[in-house]
């Protein structure tokens, strides 16, 4: 048994199908069609493939002990990339998600996932992989284009990579902060 998982913010449906509006014009103008095969998502954690249910176990677990969070609202404002390999929706850094970002990294961290983790630099991606032969014309496209949309965030989502495709697997709800146990210690 082997399971990959992605951990991600998804945006609500009204707001994730004027994101595939922007994706499937860019598919049908400029050819790349990678995009296309994911989720409209912000992605959290990088995916990671488990490969027993004692290490899903784990994994989720950690995951319900990151939920305990404040609710925020998140922006998503105007086109931006990363040079020549990804052109995306710019996510506004805030507390909210930087803080949640944060929390789910440290849960994470003690089940050696990944061996290192990039500097997270949240987007919603719109095209990448095979973008590269029309990565300027792209840009030039969506350099005086405005966008943007907020909504209200209570909760992150698990993936689940499932015949060739990434589906829906498990929402965590944030608890109230207030309400989290905790650790009893002789020496505090």
Not at 8 to 34: G, K, M, T, W
Not at 51 to 75: C, K
Not at 105 to 114: E, G, Y
């Amino acid at each position: 048994m082997e399971n990959l998982f992605l951990v991600c913010l998804v945006p609500p449906v009204s707001i994730a199908e004027d994101i595939d509006e922007i994706r499937n014009y860019i598919s049908a103008q400029f050819n790349v069609h990678e995009s296309l095969k994911r989720p409209v998502h912000i992605t959290l954690y990088p995916p990671v493939k488990l490969s027993s249910l004692a290490a899903e176990n784990r994994f989720f677990n950690a995951l319900e002990d990151a939920a305990f969070h404040a609710p925020f609202t998140q922006v998503l404002k105007n086109f931006s990339s990363f040079p020549e390999h990804t052109f995306f929706l710019d996510v506004e850094k805030n507390e909210g998600i930087m803080n949640l970002e944060k929390q789910l990294s440290k849960a994470l961290q003690p089940l050696k996932l990944i061996t290192k983790k990039e500097k997270f630099n949240p987007h919603l991606t719109l095209a990448f992989r095979d973008i590269k032969p029309v990565f300027k014309q792209i840009t030039a496209a969506f350099k005086d284009r405005k966008f943007k949309r907020e909504f209200p965030v209570s909760s992150f989502s698990v993936y689940k990579h499932q015949d060739k495709r990434w589906q829906p697997f498990k929402e965590f709800r944030f608890k109230n902060p207030g309400t989290r146990a905790t650790t009893l210690s002789l020496f505090a």
